[in-house]
């Protein structure tokens, strides 16, 4: 090897070596707690590293000149095969000596993958069933007004409506409940959600299963409920269902009884997940 392959080769290796220092660098600022201006430094190393590297081994390792054929017969002879394959061995050689470029190489790219990883960190835990369960899964519970006060059956009037939340969840955006009071005999739901029913009030998510807007408009006399935001309709005494509108799932239902002081509760969570879709959700509900 000559003098300038040998300081070749130390440019392109030096180069990639400050590559992994800046990758590493940059991994043990953020684990430490993060500082924006080292962190910009370091990553304009690991880089910059590979960058100077993979230009340098280009314009000193690999063939820069054109080469061209007329265009004729399509077989070799066997001079060019003979000549093709002295090539190749000697090709084989000069990769051979390479071999701490490859590695030096290989050890920049693998080390700035793995600073890569670390911010994914900042991206917090994953939510697991969080997005799918409400506080109500805590139940049973009572159900509060917005001034906090428990509710009795007997203070809802007939068509009358009230948005609760769960005891000691009043600040919780995924807990909003319509609690609506129709005839008893009105109602069209399964024999197992009228179980979840007191004397004619049932009670629904108030996010629309569109995109998660609140429904807060009742239409008493059709005893339907409207979402200003894109009017998706849903009918109270048939499961919440959509009958008008893009929203495409029910309202969840919230199982209710009334505990031992007379006062309204929420026996388990909401019967599937509440507000609009998203990747994994269930098009269905839990029960």
């Avoid at 820069?64 to 190749?88: I, N, Q």
């Avoid at 917005?146 to 948005?163: S, W």
């Amino acid at each position: 090897m000559n003098a300038r392959d040998a300081r070749g080769e130390a440019i392109v290796a030096g180069a990639f070596v400050v590559s992994i220092l800046g990758a590493l660098g940059l991994a043990v600022v953020y684990w430490a707690g993060g500082q924006v201006q080292l962190e910009g430094i370091f990553l304009f190393l690991a880089l910059g590293g590979i960058g100077v590297g993979l230009v340098a081994w280009a314009k000193r390792f690999m063939p820069t000149r054109e080469e061209t054929e007329e265009r004729g017969r399509l077989e070799s002879t066997e001079e060019e095969v003979a000549a093709f394959t002295a090539d190749f061995e000697a090709g084989e050689q000069v990769l051979g000596r390479r071999g701490l470029l490859v590695k030096t190489a290989l050890g920049a790219f693998g080390a700035l993958g793995l600073a890569l990883l670390f911010p994914l960190r900042s991206l917090g835990p994953r939510p697991g069933r969080g997005l799918k369960t409400t506080p109500y899964a805590g139940a049973p519970i009572r159900v509060v007004t917005e001034d906090g006060r428990f509710v009795r059956p007997d203070e809802l009037a007939e068509g009358g409506l009230a948005t609760v939340w769960p005891q000691g969840h009043r600040a919780s955006a995924d807990a909003p409940t319509l609690l609506i009071r129709v005839e008893e005999d009105e109602l069209r739901l399964p024999p197992d959600r009228m179980a979840w029913t007191v004397g004619g009030i049932v009670a629904y998510s108030k996010l629309c299963t569109h995109t998660g807007c609140p429904v807060g408009l009742y239409q008493q006399e059709e005893k339907l409920l409207l979402c200003p935001c894109h009017q998706s309709t849903f009918d109270v005494l048939r499961g919440a269902k959509p009958v008008f509108g893009p929203a495409a799932r029910s309202l969840p239902q919230l199982p209710l009884d009334v505990d031992d002081e007379g006062y309204i509760i929420a026996t388990d969570d909401f019967s599937g997940p509440v507000g609009g879709g998203f990747w994994d959700r269930d098009s269905g509900d839990r029960r």
